[in-house]
């Protein structure tokens, strides 16, 4: 790009971070510093594209259907899963890759700038919406409630549910009721209640009916220790026959 300060056609470069540098000159200029020149740098700059391998197949020892991946924008490769999320704009600025092999997870990209996962696909002040721990659980309860109500994960886990939910605040307290269902092991129960305290009266807690641990601890339907969509239809159809129901 060119040089305002010594007129070079080409020997300034724009880095990552916002700043440029002329090779010519060696004029260093920041981000931060706002002026005419770096407005109109920023509006022509082309925006770094985050390369998303794979392909939308459906995660199916999870019960999880290629539509819902598609929905999401989740991929997936012979050993990995990925999953993008956007800035408040809707630009994907990182993804979360899972390995298949150890069930590992790295963050690509900038996370920082990244909202929570689902997010930029529903819009502010609906009727109700629902948090979970993790981005397969949002695939799956996003089916579970018949793929038409906003499901959202968090970014870090229970450790950092507190924060990811902070950040988008003015978002999730948009929505009339929040359905907050993280995992039902101490970290999420209170996780769960901590982000609960956030949004007051609209907050409803999800309690996991008799016989969640079972189930999920159980191979049939997913791999033990594994939620999936198939075992939360096996929860839901023991709920039912035991004279339990939705409203």
């Known amino acids: 790009m060119s040089c305002r300060h010594c007129g070079s056609s080409d020997g300034n470069a724009l880095y990552d971070d916002g700043h440029t540098y002329c090779m010519v000159c060696h004029t260093y200029e920041n981000e931060s510093d706002y002026d005419e020149y770096t407005v109109k740098r920023d509006a022509v700059a082309p925006r770094k594209q985050m390369k998303q391998l794979g392909s939308f197949k459906a995660i199916s020892d999870r019960g999880i259907y290629q539509q819902t991946c598609e929905h999401y924008g989740v991929t997936t490769t012979t050993d990995a899963h990925y999953y993008p999320y956007t800035d408040k704009d809707g630009h994907t600025v990182a993804q979360k890759v899972r390995y298949l092999a150890d069930k590992s997870f790295s963050f690509e990209g900038d996370s920082k700038k990244a909202t929570l996962f689902g997010q930029h696909l529903f819009l502010k002040g609906g009727k109700y919406i629902t948090i979970v721990e993790g981005e397969l659980d949002a695939l799956a309860a996003y089916q579970m409630t018949g793929s038409q109500w906003p499901v959202v994960s968090i970014k870090n886990g229970a450790s950092a549910a507190v924060k990811d939910c902070q950040a988008q605040f ?39 009916v008799k016989g969640f641990n079972k189930i999920k601890a159980g191979s049939k339907g997913g791999d033990p220790g594994e939620w999936s969509a198939r075992k939360s239809q096996m929860l839901a159809k023991q709920y039912k026959a035991k004279g339990g129901g939705y409203k």
């Open 170 to 208: 003015d978002y999730l307290d948009s929505f009339e009721t929040i359905v907050i269902c993280f995992d039902a092991d101490d970290p999420g129960k209170k996780a769960a209640s901590a982000v609960a305290e956030l949004f007051g009266s609209k907050a409803k807690i999800f309690k996991h």
